[in-house]
């Protein structure tokens, strides 16, 4: 399945790993690019030297490309916008922001660029600052969203940029990679789908959370904050949202509040203090599968999709 993107960052398949806060680590993003789509590393809130050693574990797991996502907001986004160049890193994605002042000495050290957006203005801006291609994400993804939805963000994008397009937002199987097609993306990029992988190194706990969620399972916290994050309905969301809702809670009462929360979901599958970040997807994520068998299904779907055509009354 060749596309422009498969083209651009030399992957078998035009699917991207999303770049998932203390989730997407070496084991996960070497099961991917070892699968044929992209495996990204995500940089998150840590410290260089913890980022250095994920990406050198990746490299002993697969010789095929894959990718670091940078998250804007992180205290060390200036160590790990030079540590990309230092360890020759191919692809850089950006999340929670605009990487304006980094694009220049990315682009000049060869790195394939491709920031999330969440609008056409956003994208605008990115492709003349030098971006290869764009992540337009709608507001049904998990963790830190915009205000847009995948299916009027995805065409708008489109119009808007000449580079190519990747489709995010509430794709978790081959129909949600067939309609992102149709909307004009060239690719596609999955998160809540890889949580459930394999090779994802999460607490099962987490994993079953999502195995068993149901459509209306997420929700969104933080918009108080400026920065509203999706996430599986949980203890720890009712409490966030009730403390948002007193207006006698202080913003920094509430990002310490917030402060950790996606760390214990993760790493302890802390069910009372946990945020477990989670897209609109979850609902469609019924089993747990080895990063290659995701991959396989999803392309096999999206074949067959597109290939049954509409389903028109005779
Ligand atoms: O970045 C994400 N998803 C994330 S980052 C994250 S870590 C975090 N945890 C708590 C609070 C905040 C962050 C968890 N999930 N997705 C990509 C994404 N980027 N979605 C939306 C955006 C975005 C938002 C604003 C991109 C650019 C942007 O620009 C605004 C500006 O003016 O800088």
Known sequence: MKTIITELLGIEYPILQGGMAWVANASL??????????????????????VREEIRKTRELTEKP????????SPFVDDIAKLVIEENIKVVTTGAGLPTKYMKDWTAAGITVI??????GMAKMVQRS?????????????????????MPLVPQVCDAVDIPVIAAGGIADGRGIAAA???????????????????CTIHQTYKDKILTAKDIDTMTTGK?????????????????????????????ELEAFGSGALRKAVQEGDNKNGCFMAGQSSGLVKKEQAAEEIIQELIAQTKEVLSGGIKWVK
């Open 29 to 50: 993003a070497g099961a991917v690019s070892n699968a044929g789509g992209l495996g990204i590393i995500a940089a998150a809130n840590a410290p260089v030297e913890v």
């Open 66 to 73: 894959f990718g670091v996502n940078i998250m804007l907001m």
């Open 115 to 120: 920031p999330v957006v969440p609008s056409s």
């Open 130 to 150: 030098g971006a290869s291609a764009v992540i337009a994400e709608g507001g049904e993804a998990g963790g830190h969203i915009g205000e847009l939805n995948t």
């Open 181 to 199: 097609f149709m909307l004009g993306a060239s690719g596609v990029q999955l998160g809540t789908r890889f949580l459930v992988a394999r090779e």
């Open 224 to 252: 108080r904050l400026g920065h509203p994050v999706r996430a599986l309905k949980s203890p720890f969301t009712r409490a966030f949202l009730k403390n948002e809702n007193d207006c006698t809670k202080s913003i920094e």
